[in-house]
């Protein structure tokens, strides 16, 4: 075998008396792909920042290219041909592409004076090396997620890079654009430049690496060749724990639908979506990013309201106008963005879990009856097993998982026939995701009426007991989850 | 556990007030030390008392605003368009030797209330649904309010009031309690009953962490807003009553250092600017820091009054900076082990 590109030894690094990185080590190929997996926390980003000279680590050491460090510095790792593309790219948005991408030459150089002209070549040249396709003059903040990565993969090579550090890339990608990434990927591979990508999402791991390691709680747990590797076995080495996927079948369905919607659009987004959703059963809507799905959720949340259509709730007609009418309606949500839509996060769990069903806690006059209040509070936390010392800490303190869980108590205290959940486990780690869905699943089974929305195919496939196909602001086809696999859904899908 | 670090575990629990109470405490003990006998008297605690709830109650109004990321920077226009349209209103109803029947006094405070109330809906309208950023939305009132005060006088003071009103304001309850600190006190109770027992306080601290995820939650934030920014008029309204009757007088540009003012003794009480937090205690306490500052300078005939904006502004400058410190947890001094 080749000498290894680089090399990190026995890497120790611990924060504050806590040990985030315990003896890891991790070899990468020249031309190789690699994945780094593991849960958020695992310490996958204390290794990344070590490599790149960001953090120094207590013990061990690093070779990269022969070369042996005992201790990197940003400085280094750049000279040597380390680059690091993170996930909020580092670029700067008030500037434009062809500025972004010549300035660091232009202060390499020493130039104290503008010259647009010299500018423009360097970024040219820049954006050839992957093909990429881009005005120079239009604002970095105008442009797309993937457009800005682009501009930020241009730049990393612009330093010979051989080794680029792509930290979780795909997360805020749709699928197309990450197939356009990849593709990128594969091309600076043949280039013989060694990819190191972090990822925790299993369907990349495979489609991507050729070896990947995964680490749990700072240690590493296991590496070798990515054709060795199955679902089970990643679900396995990532979280610890084994958990059986069994498909959800309905229980107790109702006769009679609880929300139908007959020809819902709204300009612009999606038109003509017809569905009957009865107690007791899961529904799957999927579609790629701009298929209308998000819009639809927050249609049925009446935040964006229909335009078009209408909506039967329990046979009557609904208009929903607000949020306070989906309430009212009994239909709960919880939304995409758990960080800015979901949660107060500096506020208390308490306050949290409570805010949604606040004025049942009160007397007429608005005055809280704080007694009632707390029982809410202490059922709640137990009931979805809320892992927290005191419910008056803020949500800040809590994991992902965990707060994904108070949005799902905020909206269960609420008591609602439909639960509405658009991406219900984005940037929850895998353990807890299981958990969300039992939990669903067994709601479901008590007689609640629930949607999920979500591009999450073995999310739906696995939940869901019909599921709605978006392409383009419109059904495209009904399936059913026992009956269909992630390429029949993906065929229709794109 | 030793009576120190029971003093170190009160401090700690809540540093903004307890940073306060220590500061009012050096000041207190400074005063006693130097001015003794003239700070320390009844006549002086009462004149005091019956200064600070001009401001005072502005500020409580800034604070609910702020609390919900907002701000009412139209407090002192309101107090003077209230305080002359009811100094006008009261000349109207008097008789020749301008006297006034025991009820004006009351119906007075009625209507100021009201105006108030409708002021502060207009800012509430214009911050929710035309969604200008309140603070140009409330210097934009603050001017209109100000400017129909000045078209109303002419620019002119309205005085000569029926001394009745100027006189049960100034009186003493059992000869003892300023009515203006009656006023100021029962408007605190009610602000902080709302803050801390009900679900409007809830709300509008959620809204101040996030406007978005309010509304996620079904939370009617519009109608709220309204509310808040009437509460805050309401506030205005009575600390122009108050002014009203401390100046026998009334006039469009009263006060108007109050709103700066105001809003520093907010965040000095450790009102968050960015909203959702902030205790009225800590409000309370800095209005009284501020006048017993200003009252004590006074007491040094050889020190201009001049100095007493410099001392202010180095006192906000300190406890801001103490803030920054807490907030970061930097230590200035590190705690010895033991």
């Known amino acids: 075998m080749a000498q290894p590109l680089l090399r990190a030894v026995d890497i120790c690094k611990s924060f504050s008396g806590v040990q985030a990185l315990k003896h890891v080590s991790l070899e990468i190929q020249p031309g190789e792909i690699h994945c780094l997996a593991g849960e958020n926390g695992c310490g996958k980003s204390t290794l990344i920042k070590v490599i790149s000279g960001v953090y120094q680590q207590d013990s061990g050491y690093i070779e990269f290219a022969g070369k042996r460090f005992g201790k990197i510095t940003p400085r280094d790792a750049i000279a040597s041909g380390i680059q690091v593309i993170y996930q909020d790219f580092s670029i700067f948005p008030n500037l434009t592409v062809m500025e972004n991408l010549a300035f660091n030459t232009e202060l390499a150089d020493g130039h104290k004076f503008v010259n647009r002209k010299r500018m423009r070549k360097i970024a040219e040249e820049a954006i050839a090396k992957i093909n990429f396709d881009v005005e120079l003059d239009r604002l970095v903040g105008t442009l797309s997620v993937a457009e800005k990565q682009m501009v930020a993969i241009s730049r990393a090579l612009m330093f010979n890079a051989r080794l680029i550090i792509m930290d979780e890339p795909t997360t805020a990608l749709t699928r197309k654009e990450v197939q356009a990434l990849f593709k990128i990927i594969m091309h600076l591979k043949e280039q013989g430049i060694a990819i190191l990508f972090v990822s925790h999402k299993l369907n990349e791991v495979f489609e991507i690496s050729e070896r990947f390691t995964i680490f749990r709680s700072g240690e590493l747990v296991v ?24 498909l959800f079948t309905p229980q107790n369905l109702s006769k009679e639908p609880v929300l139908e919607a007959r020809g819902l659009g709204l300009t612009g987004f999606f038109d003509d979506v017809s569905f009957a959703l009865r107690k007791g059963e899961i529904l799957g809507v999927t579609g790629l990013l701009d298929s209308g799905r998000t819009e639809l959720a927050l249609s049925l949340f009446g935040i964006r309201p229909a335009d078009r259509g209408a909506l039967y709730k329990d046979g009557k007609e609904v208009r929903l106008k607000s949020p306070q009418d989906a309430i009212d309606a009994r239909i709960g949500f919880v939304p995409e963005d758990r960080l800015s839509e979901g949660l ?129 602001g419109r059904v495209v086809k009904e399936l059913l989850p026992a009956e269909t696999s992630e390429q029949e859904v993906l065929s229709y899908m794109l | 556990m030793g009576i120190g670090a029971k003093f170190g575990a009160i401090y700690r629990r809540d540093r903004h007030i307890s940073r306060l109470i220590l500061m009012m405490i050096v ?9 003794f006998d003239k700070f320390y008297t009844l006549i002086n605690f009462q004149t005091m008392a019956s200064q600070f709830p001009e401001f005072g109650l502005m500020s409580l109004g800034i604070m609910v605003c702020m609390i919900t990321g907002g701000i009412d920077l139209s407090t002192v226009g309101v107090a003077n368009l209230v305080s002359i349209c009811m100094a006008t209103l009261m000349k109207g109803m008097a008789n020749e030797e301008s006297e006034i029947a025991a009820y004006v006094i009351p119906l007075c405070f009625l209507i100021a209330i009201l105006m108030g109330a409708l002021a502060g809906a207009f800012n509430g309208l214009l911050v929710s649904k035309v969604r200008i950023p309140p603070i140009l939305a409330t210097l934009g009132t603050s001017e209109l309010f100000t400017g129909i005060g000045i078209v109303i006088t002419d620019g002119k003071a309205v005085s000569k009031l029926p001394r009745m009103y ?141 100095y007493i904006s410099l001392i202010w502004g180095a006192v906000l400058i300190l406890v801001m900076v103490l803030n920054y410190f807490t907030e970061h947890n930097i230590r200035l001094f590190k705690a010895r082990r033991s």
């Not at chain 2, 000041?27 to 001015?35: D, G, H, L």
């Open chain 1, 344 to 472: 107060f996060l500096p506020r208390s769990i308490a306050d949290n879990v409570v805010i949604s069903e606040i004025d049942r806690l009160a007397n007429g006059a608005g005055v809280l009856d704080r007694a009632k209040r707390r029982a809410e509070i202490d059922r709640w936390v137990k009931e979805l097993a809320i892992a927290t010392p005191d419910p008056g800490n803020a949500c800040l303190t809590l994991s992902g998982g965990n707060q994904q869980r108070i949005v799902l108590a905020k909206w269960l205290a609420c008591n609602p026939d439909v639960l509405v959940l658009n991406g219900p486990t984005v940037g929850v780690d895998i353990g807890s995701k299981h958990d969300i869905h039992a939990i669903l699943q067994r709601l479901a089974n008590e007689g609640m009426a629930i949607i999920i929305i979500s591009d999450d195919l073995p999310e739906v496939l696995e939940n869901c007991s019909r599921l709605l196909v978006l392409k383009a």
């Open chain 2, 27 to 35: 000041w207190a003990a400074f005063m006693a030390i130097t001015r």
């Open chain 1, 223 to 246: 590496t070798g060749n990515t054709s060795d590797l199955d679902d089970r076995k990643f679900t396995y080495y990532m979280t610890g724990r084994e958990f059986e996927d069994k």
């Open chain 2, 166 to 306: 100027s006189s049960a304001i100034n009186s003493k309850i059992f000869g003892l309690i300023p009515t203006q600190l009656v006023f100021f006190a029962a408007m605190a109770l009610v602000t902080w009953f709302l803050l801390m027992r009900t679900t409007y306080g809830t709300k509008i601290y959620m809204i101040g962490t996030s406007s978005k995820a309010a509304v996620f939650s079904g939370i009617r934030t519009d109608l709220l807003l309204v509310k808040t920014y009437m509460l805050s008029g309401i506030c205005s309204a009575l600390g122009g009553m108050v002014m009203l009757a401390n100046y026998n007088s009334a006039r469009a540009d009263y006060g108007t250092v109050y709103t700066l003012q105001c809003v520093l003794i907010v965040v000095l009480g450790g009102v968050n600017p960015n909203g959702g937090s902030g205790r009225i205690s800590g409000v309370v306490l800095a209005i009284c820091l501020l006048q017993m500052l200003q009252t004590g300078i006074n007491r040094f005939p050889q020190i201009s009054s001049y």
